[in-house]
């Protein structure tokens, strides 16, 4: 099975959130309270600056605005972000968020997805969802086993950044009132990447939509440099993401041939590894400064010999290119295990003396499940057996 059917169960809330609209939806909520046209272009400036710069959450607080829009707003829209049922800090500082969606039928399992936030000494980094599960079934990843799947709305996918300005009180004037340390001007969160549950390009114009919000310079301002989308591959799919999009690309390439890949990301007998090389060799905007990072699960006796190390070189000649190697992050019934660390290291030495650096993927959150692959929702939770399971796992590698 190369894919499942996504089951489009979104339904709309009854009262709007306001959260993660462009100014061109914007202005469209304003127009449908009853705001005068010519009145539309500045009350978007204003509400743009009171979600984006200021995360407020309360339409009193909008002073700039007349009182009279603000109980109009108040009773036709909300500024409700995905709802946090559960916090899970790691050992690492590591935080994983679980939300839940609005929009079940009464009786069905609620929709969650998970939010990863992992700080470091120079950036803070946000591991954003795309999708409540995947269509795509790669063989290593626990989120491809997940059955049920739906693509998140643009407003979904800004809020896991509203939610972790939020949580961390990282808004301006949180920090002002100094509460937490920064890395950017203060910042806690200065990175975004598109990593968590879902293919994002398998649900293209949310997220399109969604990081030219995050991107803008006058609202959350994470600048295009500082966001990056990862692909399984989806080639039809990753020029416009340059065109339209414009951040900075991963792909999720695993094996250096197709018979494997085919097994691993089970999209490769769609789009072959040609196709898909050919296709970030003509990524927009690439350059020695702006390089495709090449993402590689260490997958003992599987794709971690040397060979596959000198053949990644070859295969990734002419492309400006990063090389991330990611340790395997194991889960309960996998049938795979993370390379020896001097497999890794051999493998890692290789495609460095080829020129690339190749920083090994530090796993971060293990212990509470927040590393690449292990996402999975919470509906369709672990037994206790097998959380224990893991645990021991991740104790012993
Ligand atoms: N669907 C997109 C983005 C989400 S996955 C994609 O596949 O690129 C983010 C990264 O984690 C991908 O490179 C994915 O291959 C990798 N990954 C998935 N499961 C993993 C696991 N169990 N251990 C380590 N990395 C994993
Ligand atoms: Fe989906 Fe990415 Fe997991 Fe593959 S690795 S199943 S594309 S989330």
Known sequence: MVEKT????????????LVGLNRAALGDALRAVGVPERMVKMRVRQLWHWLYVRGTRDFDEMTSVSKDLRTLLARHCTLVRPEVVAEQISQDGTRKWLL????EHVGERPHEVECVYIPETDRGTLCVSS?????????????????????LTPG??????????????DWPHARAAGQGPGTDGGRLVTNVVMMGMGEPLYNFEAVRDALLVVADGDGL???????TLSTSGVVPEISRCGAEIGVMLAVSLHAVRDD??????PLNRKYPIRALLEACRNYPGLSNARRITFEYVMLKDVNDSPEDAKALVRLLRGIPAKINLIPFNPWPGTRYECSDWDQIEKFSEIVFNAGYASPVRTPRGRDILAACGQLKSASEKLGARERL?????????
């Open 6 to 17: 996504p089951l489009e169960r979104y339904m709309p809330p009854r009262t709007p959130s």
């Open 100 to 103: 839940r969606l609005p929009g």
């Open 131 to 151: 999708q409540v599960g995947c269509t795509l079934t790669c063989s290593f990843c626990h989120t491809g086993t997940q059955r049920l799947v739906r693509n």
């Open 156 to 169: 979904e996918i800004v809020g896991q950044v509203m939610v972790a300005r939020d949580r961390l009180g």
């Open 221 to 227: 301002g994470i600048s295009k440099r500082r966001i």
């Open 260 to 265: 494997l890949r085919d097994v691993l990301v």
């Open 389 to 397: 399971a893991l645990r021991a796992m991740a104790a012993t590698d």
